[in-house]
């Protein structure tokens, strides 16, 4: 990954695709939009410690490859020191990997991206818009209901212009259901 090295010391480019993009609980010295090519944005992890528990998980997002996706996100360029934290928050599965992505401009960096991949001890992997939305409906940890997070991600792929059809399917399904309009 590319790092720089400027005033306030080295610094890395952090790609965000999930509660990273609207929970900002770290400084940054810079924040773009980006997009990452060959890879898409999936609720295909469990979380056993933000929005489940070990006995009833929740669901949130990974990265998923797949040939010609583009995932919209925000990008963060970070100090190291910043991973000791994001480390922490991200530790049920994640782990850092290195990822070129693009800004608005065209220029592209390397930096670096969480990754939950298949196998990790809290992966659920695929299912049907459907059933993710129920299950995220039902789940709840020590951050706070999992619908709460599907709906503040879908905000804010809004406001990023991301038109993200599974995360945007998933909020329709998750509605009707809050709305009492299916079952
Ligand atoms: C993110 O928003 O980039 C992110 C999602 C899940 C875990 C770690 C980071």
């Known amino acids: 990954m590319t790092t720089t090295t400027t005033a306030a010391g080295e610094s890395i480019w952090l790609f965000g695709y999930g509660s990273l993009i ?3 609980d770290f ?14 944005r999936r609720f295909w992890q469990g979380s056993h410690d933000h929005r489940g528990t070990p006995e009833a998980p929740g669901r949130v997002v990974t990265l998923v490859a797949e040939p010609g996706a583009v995932c919209v996100g925000m990008a ?4 190291p020191a ?4 994001l480390d922490h928050r991200e530790k049920n599965g994640y782990r850092r990997i290195a990822a070129d992505f693009r800004f608005d401009d065209g220029s592209e960096v390397r930096g ?6 298949p196998g990790n001890e809290a992966y659920l992997g695929p299912a049907d818009e459907e059933a993710i939305a129920r299950h995220i409906a039902g789940a709840r940890g020590p951050s706070g ?5 599907l709906l503040a991600l879908a905000e804010a792929l ?10 945007f399917g998933i ?6 259901i809050g709305d009492g309009t299916t079952d």
């Open 112 to 117: 670096v991206v969480y990754v939950a991949a």
């Open 76 to 79: 963060y360029r970070v100090t």
């Open 158 to 167: 809004r406001e990023l212009g991301s038109d993200d059809a599974h995360v």
């Open 22 to 24: 609207y929970k900002v």
């Open 171 to 176: 909020e329709d399904v998750l509605r009707r």
């Open 27 to 40: 400084p940054y010295l810079e924040r773009r939009r980006a997009r990452l090519q060959g890879w898409a």
């Open 82 to 85: 910043v991973f000791a934290h």
């Open 145 to 149: 209901a999992n619908r709460d997070y």
